[in-house]
């Protein structure tokens, strides 16, 4: 294992694909949940829109938590 930075974002980094994918997947999954949290009131579709609504926020942490979004943020410090 070498001690240049860029190897191990490299192997961090996440790929285009995955990107557009939860792009897209973390909208839905918000809408959807909202929809089946709102509109039923089953207790079996309230865990279910409660449990999409998790999702949806754990697909945006993985957003935001990827090694090159968070890299932008070293280029603004000063």
């Given at each position: 294992m070498s001690g240049d930075?860029?190897?191990?974002?490299?192997?961090h980094a996440m790929s285009p694909e995955r990107?557009?994918?939860?792009?897209?997947?973390?909208?839905?999954l918000l809408v959807v949940g909202a929809i089946v949290l709102v509109v039923f009131e089953s207790t079996v579709t309230l865990f279910l829109?409660?449990?999409?609504?998790?999702?949806?926020v754990a697909?945006?942490?993985?957003m935001i938590a990827e090694p090159g979004f968070l890299a932008g943020d070293d280029?603004?410090?000063e």
């Open positions: 930075p860029s190897a191990s974002d490299a192997v990107q557009r994918l939860l792009r897209r997947l973390t909208p839905t829109g409660v449990v999409l609504l998790l999702a949806a697909c945006g942490v993985v280029d603004e410090t």
